[in-house]
């Protein structure tokens, strides 16, 4: 083989294996960024999420919890894994979650929400009021808090808003200043739901409370340990007279003093129960005679 004829094969190769080349790093993805990672797998995450598949959209989002710290959509994977958790019945994570997006995230636009649904975590986690009633303490507690940061307006002043501005936009579609304050105002009022919702739970997870207790009690009547259940009758008449056990405590707490021949405390009980309940005065007077009598003696 001639030298011209082998240094002009050599350079067809060679011309060949950079073709080749080119065309695998032309066909090769570019690197993604770090935040372009995390956009991409919000994506896929927030896709399963409007689907209604939460439970794998909550396995989407916990795989940002790390990579999407102190990055614009931090408050959003912390807010949509706390929903996720919650729409798939997951509540202590989702209680978790939606505390940990406020500690992370203060100034979240997903405050308000959040700390609604903190409160309906605990809530769902509230169980039978023979159990331990660690989580309806909470749910309280945290119904309190959003009352509280999220105090109640005027229903009929925002309803009255809401119209008038309907009215307006009719006159005038366009108007981008009415367009503003009837949305400001519709939505301030369809919050006003969970602030009711608020208010009515809590009453019925404090009943839920004085239930345990009074139960607590009466176990210790029925083992006859009369002092104990003098102790926790107490503490439904000191701290729940908001409830119907209130009534119901201060009547038993009479009678176990009675069976304990605490003649004097017993008195003052029924002192305490009349006078909160005169109707029964005529009803409790043979238990004031027998007081009475078995005092003097």
Known sequence: MSVTRFFSRSAVILFAMGLLMS??????????????????????AQKLYDKGDYSEAAIGFESLLFTSRATALEDDVLYYLAQSYY????????????????????????????????????EKLSPHFELD??????AIEQFGLYLELYPMTDSSKLASDVETYRELLKINPGNAVYKQNFAAATAKYSRIDSLKYAEKAIPVLREKLAKNTYFIAHQYVQLKKYKAAVIFYDEVIKGYADTVYFKQALAAKIDVLMKRKKWFDAGQALDQYVQRFPEKQKEMKGVREKINRNFKN
């Open 23 to 44: 065309s695998g790093c032309s066909s090769s993805k570019p690197v993604m960024t770090a935040t372009e990672r995390v956009n991409e797998g919000y994506a896929k």
């Open 87 to 122: 729409r798939s019945g997951q509540y202590i994570l989702s209680a978790e979650m939606f505390t940990r997006l406020q500690q992370q995230v203060s100034s979240t636009p997903y405050a308000r929400t959040s700390q609604f649904l903190l409160a309906k975590s605990y």
């Open 133 to 138: 009633q660690q989580y309806t303490n909470k």
